[in-house]
């Protein structure tokens, strides 16, 4: 259960969080929608601890992740699972090594158990053969691929997926929100997806945020949220110049 | 093949870097590693000015050894001679301070002598000879008390 | 804003970078010694700035011992001492050109490279991406580098002193005639392990200020260079700028101790 009360953060003297209360529910797909630069990202990397807040507090099964510490943090940190937006491979790394890194580091499986889970894993985004490969021989899909089953290895509790789709082909996005759909099916997780790939992302989505001006003006159901009656969501969902968001 | 390599090639660099730093503290520096093969004097002069620590100790030009701590004893200065444990000196050995050159180094310069006793390591040799004062014999000569 | 609030702001700005630096080198020392030690990521850093740095040091060393050769026999023979030419050359070698012209060397091609590496890691994300495994990047991308330097430019220096001397060698007694054999006596006498420590104690120090500074630049390159491939290249420009004036700074305090 991840829960966040009154979260404010500021950058130099702009504040983009403004102070963001949302309870995210468990075992579903939960996305937080807004337009570019409004602190999407900001929001879920709160989520992860990877920024600590001015004020207020990010709950993860209770634990706030701005204030504990050692091996209290890794523990959390343990929970979950990140997919970036650029993917986040290790450069210097194959992609079998990238996604055998964390279980080499932080477990003391033997090499042919790690070989074998790696393996699985990738076959499970989509990814066979390539194991040899460095990323920057792949295509950002192929990327996005490597990095999932990076985030999934140690069988997270939670994963965050940080505008997925962002820079993809059409049918590579397709494909992205199938992937992400399945798994979170497959191994019954939370996952949080950050976006602003309007309307595609609702396909998939059980829960819908939106973000706009450092605090959620609406949150609910996908297909309660679509038919809201706030002015700056309908504004939002049809991508219109005119109306309360101003350019 | 790739990977040897590179372990390889790290580990010929990290053996040529400490046969180069062995070679400037072993040799030039004189950093002994294996104990020491030298044994130690003293030697009290009236005056040492100009010596160091580390300059040379001969015998006829020939390098027996090094100079060691030099402090004050009795307003005499006592010099730690370093002397290798081939060279036996006899107790009535004169040590004199001599100059290399005109503008050289000082060095301790040993004129063996003819006692059958020889010096035994932590002993203070007597006969000395302080430095030879230019100035001073400069001026005995021109005022003719030479 | 007036130029004394302009004045104020630089300075807080100064001292709160100097705090940052300061608190990483404690984290890097934390880390340096809490298993596990990374011993094949310590090879492959100690590859790049030890054996691929070893060409350019080669070269430097020979040519600062050439031209020291030279300088010093024409010196010296106006004063009739071209006997101490070995102590001249090997003295300033051991005890300043050394640590000083390797470790500049060093920050110019392996400094560089370390800044732009983990810069480039943090802006693509990869450092958050280690943070979110619960594996800590300073532990996993900078204490090998760390380690390596440590290791690597105190060898350099030494393999730097060596080829001066050599080149020293060349030039004074095999071109202009000095004495071989008062070459290398003279040079014998004059060094003393006091000055190889020296020599010692600087490059080791140098080691320390070059990976600090380099990581650091890197590693916070989003907060002190600003975005992208600017940022990056901005934080190269200055993890190099700073590493260099800070060895030669570093360099007059030392020396005016240890001498």
């Not at chain 1, 937006?85 to 790394?93: E, F, K, V």
Request: with cysteine; net charge negative.
């Amino acid at each position: 259960m991840i829960e966040i009360l009154n979260l404010r953060k500021n950058f130099l003297e702009q504040e983009v969080l403004k102070g963001v209360n949302l309870k995210i529910p468990d075992k579903k797909v939960t996305a937080i929608v807004g337009r570019s630069g409004c602190g999407k990202t900001v929001l879920l990397k709160h989520i992860i601890g990877l920024i600590k807040p001015e004020s207020g507090q990010v709950l993860v099964d209770g634990d706030d992740i701005s204030r504990i510490n050692g091996s209290r943090l890794n523990q959390v940190k343990n929970k979950f699972g990140m997919l970036f937006q650029g993917a986040a491979l290790l450069d210097s790394m194959t992609v079998f090594e990238n996604v055998a890194f964390p279980l080499e580091e932080k477990t003391k499986l033997s090499k042919a158990e790690i070989k074998e889970r790696v393996q699985t894993e990738l076959k499970n985004v989509g990814i066979v053969g390539m194991d040899a490969k460095y990323p920057s021989q792949l295509s950002g899909g192929m990327k996005k691929r490597v990095g999932l089953a990076r985030a999934l290895i140690m069988q997270p509790e939670i994963i965050l997926f940080d505008e997925p789709t962002t820079g993809l082909d059409p049918i590579m996005k397709k494909a992205i929100h199938k992937l992400i759909h399945d798994t979170q099916r497959r191994i019954n997780c939370t996952a949080v997806v950050v976006s602003h790939d309007i309307p595609d992302v609702f396909e998939i989505t059980d829960y819908v945020v939106m973000l706009h001006n450092g605090v959620i003006v609406e949150e609910g159901d996908a297909d309660a949220f679509q038919n809201s009656a706030n002015p700056s969501v309908q504004q939002f969902l049809k991508g219109e110049i005119e109306g309360p968001i101003s350019v | 093949m790739k990977k040897l390599n590179m372990e390889m090639t790290v580990g010929l660099f990290a053996l040529v870097g400490l046969i180069c730093l062995g070679y400037l503290s072993v040799k030039l520096g004189k950093k002994e590693i294996l104990g020491t093969d030298y044994y130690t004097v003293y030697a009290d002069f009236s005056s040492i000015s100009g010596l160091r620590e580390n300059n040379e100790i001969e015998i006829a030009g020939v390098s027996i050894g090094n100079v060691g701590k030099i402090k004050l004893a009795d307003g005499m200065a006592r010099v730690e001679m370093k002397v290798h444990k081939g060279f036996q000196l006899p107790d009535d050995s004169i040590i004199s301070v001599k100059t290399r050159g005109l503008i050289g180094d000082k060095i301790l310069n040993v004129s063996l002598g003819g006692s059958p006793t020889i010096v035994q390591p932590g002993d203070v040799m007597i006969e000395t000879e302080s430095v030879i004062d230019l100035e001073n014999l400069i001026s005995e000569y021109i005022f003719g008390k030479v | 804003m007036n130029w004394i609030e302009r004045l104020g702001s630089r300075c807080i700005y100064v001292l709160e970078r100097l705090g940052n630096q300061f608190a990483f080198i404690f984290r890097i020392g934390f880390w340096i010694f809490k298993p596990p030690f990374l011993f094949g990521e310590i090879i492959k850093q100690a590859h790049f700035i030890g054996v691929r740095s070893l060409a350019v040091i080669i070269l430097t060393g020979a040519f600062t011992g050439m031209v020291l050769g030279m300088q010093g026999f024409y010196t010296l023979s106006k004063f009739g001492a071209i006997g101490f030419l070995g102590s001249a050359v090997s003295l300033s070698i051991i005890k300043e050109l050394g640590p000083v012209l390797s470790a500049l060397m060093v920050t110019g091609r392996a400094g560089s490279a370390i800044a732009a590496e983990i810069g480039i890691m943090r802006i693509s994300e990869q450092l958050d991406a280690l943070d979110t495994m619960a594996l800590h990047p300073i532990k996993y991308i900078v204490v090998p580098k760390v380690i390596a330097a440590l290791l690597c430019i105190p060898l350099l220096t030494a393999i730097f002193d060596v080829v001066g001397i050599i080149g020293g060698y060349v030039t004074g007694v095999e071109l202009l005639g000095a004495s071989g054999g008062s070459f290398v006596s003279s040079m014998e006498t004059t060094v003393q392990w006091e000055d190889v420590h020296e020599g010692l104690i600087k490059s080791i120090s140098f080691s320390v200020i070059i990976s600090a500074v380099c990581c650091f630049e890197g590693f916070y390159t989003d907060i002190y260079s600003g975005q992208g491939a600017e940022g990056v290249g901005h934080a190269t420009t200055t993890a190099v700028v700073i590493s260099s004036v800070m060895i030669l700074i570093w360099d007059y305090f030392i020396t005016s101790v240890l001498i």
